[in-house]
C-alpha cells in the first residue's frame, strides 16, 4: 500500500469516528426530547413525537447547505434514515401500507420514514385506512394518483367518510420489470399484476406480449406470489420483488412513460403545523380540500374563484361521483400554502359560502425528495 493511500484511509478512519460520536450525541439529545415532551403532555392525552412539518423543515435545510460532491438527494436520504433512527429511540412507529410486503406503496412508507420503523402489510387501502383508524398503526401510506394513469379511485372514495388526515406526501419513481419462473418471454401466456401497472405498460405488453392474457389482482406483490406457482405466467412488479418470490426479470422498466411517477399520502389522525413561521404563502406546503357544490351553472367556476383573488396556486383538481345525488361531483383540490396563512385562511372561509360541503383533508408538507 502506498503512503499516500495509508494517509487517505487514515483520515476517513478518523472521520467516520467523528461521526459516529456525534450520531451518537444526536441520538441522546432525541431522548431527551422525548424526556421533555412525556413531561410537558402530562395533562394530554397523546404525545406527538413524529412531527412531519419539523422533519421537512430539517431535511430542506440539508438540501440547502449541501456543499457536494454527495447529491443533494442522497444527503437528504442520509439524513432521513438518521432521523428515522433517532425517532425509534423516541416512539417506535407503526406504518400501515398496502401489501403485501415488496410493493411500491411499502417502499414509499420506507422513503418517507425511512427503515427504523416496523411496516404493516394491508389487504386493501380500506384495511390501511381502518388500521390508523383504531390506532392499530401510527401512520398510514396509500398511493393517490399516476403521472401516466392519473387517480387512485378508491383511495379518493374513502377520503371522502374517513375522519383521518393527510400528514404527509412522497412521490416515488415507479419502473416495472417483467419476471417470471421461466427464463424465455415465449414461455408467458398469462400476465398478473395491478390494473394500474397493467396499463402503465400497455405499449409494452401491445408489442412484446400481444397474445399473453393480462389478469389484473390486488398487488403487484401478489401478482409476483401468482407468478412464483403457476407455469406459464408472469408478473409485472418492481425488481426486489423478483427477489423476494425467486423470479427471473425477463425484461427491464418495461414502463411506457420513463418520468412515470406515482404520488401517496400519509394518513394520520393530527393537524400538522406550517413548515415555517412565515405569514405568506409558504412555498414548503400545501393543502388538500374536497368540495361539493350545487348542479348549476358556473358552479365550478365560483367555487374556484376566491382562490384565484386570494393569490393562491391550484396545483390539482379531480372530480368523483358524488353518491349522494344523480350528476353530483364531489372535488379534489390541492393547493399551494398552509391553512394557517392568512390568504389561505381567507379564500377558505370565502370556498365555504359557496360551497354545498367542505372538508378540508389535512394542510402538509411538500414531498421533500
Known sequence: ?????????????????????????????????????????????????????????????????????????????????????????????????LGPDGTFTQTAALKHFGHSVDTISCFTIADVFRDVDLDLCNYGVVPVENSTEGVISHTL??????????????????????????????????????????AQCRGWLDKNCP??????????????????????????????????????????????????TTRFIILGKQDVEASDDSPDVSALDKTSIMLTSANESGALFNLLKPLAENGLSMTRIESRPSKSGLWQYIFF???????????????????????????ILGSYPKAVF
Open 157 to 198: 372514495d374513502m377520503l371522502v367518510e374517513s375522519p383521518l388526515k393527510i400528514c404527509g406526501e412522497v412521490s416515488l419513481r415507479i419502473h416495472h420489470y417483467l419476471m417470471s419462473q421461466h427464463d424465455d418471454l415465449a414461455a408467458v401466456k398469462k400476465i398478473y399484476s395491478h390494473q394500474q401497472s397493467l
Open 211 to 260: 397474445d399473453a392474457e393480462r389478469i389484473a389482482v390486488n398487488s403487484n406483490a401478489e401478482a409476483s406470489r401468482l407468478a412464483s406457482l403457476e407455469s406459464g405466467s408472469g408478473a409485472i412488479a418492481s425488481n426486489s420483488v423478483a427477489e423476494i418470490y425467486q423470479l427471473n426479470l425477463l425484461a427491464n422498466k418495461i414502463e411506457d412513460q420513463p418520468d412515470n
Open 1 to 97: 500500500m502506498s503512503k499516500d493511500l495509508q494517509e487517505i484511509r487514515e483520515k476517513i478512519d478518523n472521520i467516520d469516528q467523528e461521526i459516529q460520536d456525534r450520531l451518537n450525541q444526536r441520538a441522546q439529545l432525541a431522548q431527551q426530547v422525548a424526556e421533555v415532551k412525556l413531561a410537558e403532555a402530562a395533562s394530554r392525552a397523546e404525545v406527538l413525537f413524529y412531527r412531519p412539518e419539523r422533519e421537512a423543515a430539517v431535511l430542506h435545510k440539508v438540501m440547502e447547505r449541501n456543499q457536494g460532491p454527495l447529491d443533494d438527494k442522497e444527503v437528504a436520504r442520509l439524513f432521513r434514515e438518521i432521523m428515522s433512527a433517532c425517532l425509534a429511540l423516541e416512539q417506535p412507529m407503526k406504518i400501515a401500507f
Open 333 to 359: 383540490i390541492d393547493i399551494d400554502g398552509h391553512t394557517t396563512n392568512p390568504s389561505v385562511v381567507k379564500a377558505l372561509q370565502e370556498v365555504n359560502k359557496k360551497a354545498s360541503l367542505m372538508k
